[in-house]
């Protein structure tokens, strides 16, 4: 029997209260205009905090790509100078009886030095340091017993890094 069959069987005053039921619970079903402006203020209020945090969501990963972009093309370019720095420090290594050679050759890796730092390239620090293959690249390997374990006792071509990123690793020996 359907529920329309069962109201026709009831009297007719629980007729009524069941027809003035079925309206209420329609009308709680239905929101209030009030109601619906308010859920319609909090959805465009959700849209727009959403907006807000995905844009600066997206300037903070442009900012970082913009730095990004510019410590690469630093360390790139300061890469293809590494040759001049080589040819520097073993002109400065060789024996000369011409001082004002040998002063020429010592202003210009000083001038070389200087340049670097101000782009923010250092040395990275290997002689007499513990080995550490992320800054250190072993050619050689010898026993020494007065140096400790894994340390290193000749550096063959000095290393350069710009902040955490190394550009070249440093060219060792490592004793023990």
Same mark, same amino acid.
């Given at each position: 029997m359907s529920k329309k069959d069962? #109201? !026709?069987n009831k009297p007719e005053s629980q007729q009524e209260e069941t027809a003035e039921e079925a309206?209420?619970?329609? !009308?709680?079903a239905e929101p209030t205009p009030e109601e619906a402006l308010q859920?319609? *203020?909090r959805e465009q209020e959700d849209k727009y905090l959403r907006l807000l945090a995905?844009? #600066? &969501?997206?300037?903070k990963r442009? !900012?970082?790509e913009k730095e990004n972009a510019w410590t690469t093309a630093k360390a790139d370019t300061a890469k293809e100078f590494l040759p001049v720095y #080589? &040819? *520097?420090?073993r002109a400065l290594k060789q024996e000369t009886t011409?001082?004002?050679y040998a002063k020429g050759v010592q202003m210009i890796m000083t001038q070389l030095k200087t340049v670097l730092e101000k782009l923010g390239i250092e040395e990275i620090p290997a002689l007499g340091e513990t080995f550490d293959p992320n800054f250190h690249n072993a050619v050689m390997h010898m026993e020494d017993e007065s140096l400790g374990e894994n340390t290193v006792a000749e550096v063959f071509q000095t290393g350069f890094k710009i902040g955490d990123k190394v550009i070249r690793h440093a060219m060792v020996k490592v004793a023990n």
């Open positions: 069962q #109201d !026709q309206v209420q619970e329609e !009308q709680a859920a319609s *203020l995905e844009y #600066d &969501n997206y300037r442009s !900012q970082k #080589d &040819n *520097l420090e011409d001082e004002a």
